[in-house]
């Protein structure tokens, strides 16, 4: 049964998330590093006001990731895929050996810069649950214009979708998504319009950073949230890491890959469990879990055990 870790994106940040990391050597290692590179002390980086920032939200959650999958590592539990929601995919890309975790540390600050320079106020993202596509796609093009942009922005499963842009054009897509059977329309803990065009030059502005960054190829295998597919090639990698701020994630049709090329083991870094339940229909065959707040002890019994079975 092959073992597939999966990071989390933005929205599933909270207060207290690196303490509440297993207290393990290999996670004491990630956290020393990260202290030495950003020059702040870790108790003072997932802060309440420091989550505000999204620099500091996607700092924290790169190193969580990270964190979390050297940690199973040293106690033999060794992913064979990784695959990461948007900034999910740094950790992921560390995590399979394609760049540094102090390279990604760097990349990872200004790619949240980039992003919060861009767009300081009055944009985000809301997800929208109950509608396919078919039924909200046309919601979002009655309202999107130059003035009031938004776009379709993460399919996370078939009736689950997040859509990006102005506060004021998601406000209405939301009152007719309502009006049109939605579930629920709720706003994300994201305060930038991520994968949408809106971004477009900031990520070709990390894309440019990216060049000289030193890159491997993965050791494990990399499924990209937004080509779903895998990728090899660590140049079309580093592509994919810079530009998938704004370009839509596809991660549903990327939990049906992974499944299909045979994972059933499927680990949820911290924090959070979304990505778990996301999985939970898919890998019913299998064992989706989520790392957060669980004990390491139990984690690490429970994957041996099904690793046993291979």
């Known amino acids: 049964m092959q073992v597939l870790i999966t990071f989390p994106g933005q929205g599933t940040q909270r207060p207290g998330m690196l303490k509440d990391l297993p207290a393990d050597p290999a996670v004491a290692a990630v956290l020393a590093e990260a202290e030495a590179i950003l020059q ?21 959650l790169l190193t969580s990731g990270v964190a979390m999958a050297r940690c199973l590592a040293a106690h033999d539990v060794r992913a064979d895929a990784v695959a990461g929601l948007s900034i999910g995919a740094y950790a992921a890309a560390v995590s399979a050996g394609v760049l540094t975790f102090a390279d990604a540390l760097r990349l990872v600050r200004l790619r949240g810069e980039l ?10 993202m809301t997800a929208v649950l109950g509608l396919d596509r078919a039924r909200l796609a046309p919601l979002v093009a009655q309202v999107c214009s130059p003035q009031r942009p938004v776009y379709l922005a993460n399919f996370n499963a078939p009736t689950q979708i ?14 007719l998504a309502m009006a049109a059977g939605a579930q629920a329309a709720k706003p994300v803990a994201i305060h930038v319009p991520s994968h949408c065009p809106l971004l477009d030059e900031a990520a070709h502005a990390l894309q440019e950073a990216m060049q000289s ?4 190829a993965p050791s494990q295998r990399y499924f990209s949230a937004s080509k779903a597919r895998e990728l090899r090639d660590p140049r079309q990698i580093a592509d994919d890491l810079a ?24 680990v949820e870094a911290p924090p959070g469990d979304v990505l778990t339940r996301l999985a939970q229909p898919i890998f019913v065959d299998g064992m989706p879990m989520a790392c957060d707040r ?17």
């Open 40 to 60: 702040l002390p870790v108790a003072e980086m997932d802060t309440p006001g420091r989550l505000q920032s999204t620099v500091w939200t996607q700092l924290c």
């Open 115 to 124: 992003m919060a320079q861009a767009y300081p106020s009055g944009y985000g």
């Open 162 to 175: 997040v859509i990006a842009g102005s506060e004021a054009a998601m406000a209405e897509v939301s009152a």
């Open 213 to 216: 960054v030193t890159l491997s």
């Open 243 to 266: 530009l998938n701020m704004a370009t839509p994630v596809r991660w549903h049709e990327t939990m049906l890959l992974a499944h299909a090329h045979g994972a059933s083991l499927v």
């Open 294 to 310: 669980t004990r390491l002890d139990s984690i690490v019994a429970a994957l041996r055990r099904r690793q046993a079975c291979r």
